[in-house]
């Protein structure tokens, strides 16, 4: 009874007049309010996008020239809505699209500047030229400072994780597969990540050695947590390691207890060190690949038919209810003939791992390395192809699904 009446006595004296007067002033604020739904949009999905834009609108703010490669400063463009570009983490990459002549089409270049940067509002990659790099030659010929980009929000798994990789890693590089690792450095230097790097370099002489004074300057600011190894393959220079990255000098710079693999570079790389790492038994989890890239003529693989090289097939592309037809070349992936075709069919690793590109194959037959077939179950049940990794074995029908621009 006394727990009765304290509650009692805590509303004694209270009556609905002065919350019924309040009736009258809300009826005011809402006449008063403009005719319109309010919006309410959490922070959580804020951030989401900030993080996961659709589409980035940037250009070149920047171009530093060396060696054979140039490294393009990107900023947002905020004239077309992009006020600030997205965070990611060191490692990861974007897709640009390009026009070249009548072919629409992306490329993935992975970010060599830290994460830091992007809080900054800037990213950095750096292409270098290649033999028959068709995006590369383009972009090297004509990006300038002022050219208008349209970036993919950050994509890729190649990363640190300190659930997945030891705290010491050693990481594999050649040519271009530097970037990745620049990355890495600086965000190391930045205390951004926290874990202990090696980087392997191979170059084939030491005035081939892509971003060496933005490496070195990383590394000095990482307090030892960073150190650079150059290996040449050409010549045979003091302070330098000379031969290929193999397994003996893979050991001879890790450490005694627990470390990671890292390896980014040319797909012939990856055969070679694939061999040299198997005896040093390390765990599944601690080697890692980053994505090759394009995986260039089928007939390098043994379950490839070579009787259709040479042929050229129809390729009927239905888009949105209507169809295009062009040719592809036995040797040619089906994404690139619809990109030549003109259609920016969407993709992003061009590895067959991503499933961006993943479409559906209404008739024919197609070949499809087992290596780089990144399908889900699904898709190889209901008749979906990643058209990047994909080469034509008949006349095929295919529907995609363009990006709206």
Known sequence: MAKYKYKRDVFKGLTPFPFLGEVKTRVQKIEEAEATVPQSVFNVNKLAK?????VQFAKIAEVIEEADAKTFVIVPDCEKGTEKLAFFRAGQYISVALDIGDAKLCKPYTLSSGPKAALEGKY????????NGYASDYILNNWAVGTELMLSA???????SRLRDAKNVIAVAGGSGITPFLSMAEAI????????????????NENSILLKDKLDEAAERSNGKVKIVNVLSESDAEGFEHGFIN???IKKYAPDDDYSIFACGPKAMYEFLKE?????????????????????????DPAYDKENLGKTFKVSILVRGEVTE???????????????AGIRAPSDCKSGQCGWCHSRLISGDVFIPESADGRRIADKKFGWIHPCVSYPLSDIEIEVFPIAE
């Open 50 to 54: 900030s993080l996961h834009p659709s």
């Open 124 to 131: 950095t990659i750096t292409v270098k030229k290649t033999a």
């Open 154 to 160: 950050p994509l890729g798994e190649f990363y640190y």
């Open 189 to 204: 230097a930045d205390g951004i990540e926290d874990f202990n790097l090696t980087i392997l370099y191979g170059s084939r």
């Open 247 to 249: 397994g003996e000098l």
């Open 276 to 300: 040299e790492i198997a005896p040093l038994n390390l765990l599944h989890r601690r080697v890692r690949f980053e994505l090759s890239g394009e995986y260039g003529n089928p007939a390098n």
């Open 326 to 340: 062009t040719e592809c070349k036995a040797e040619q992936t089906i994404l690139n003939a619809i990109e030549t």
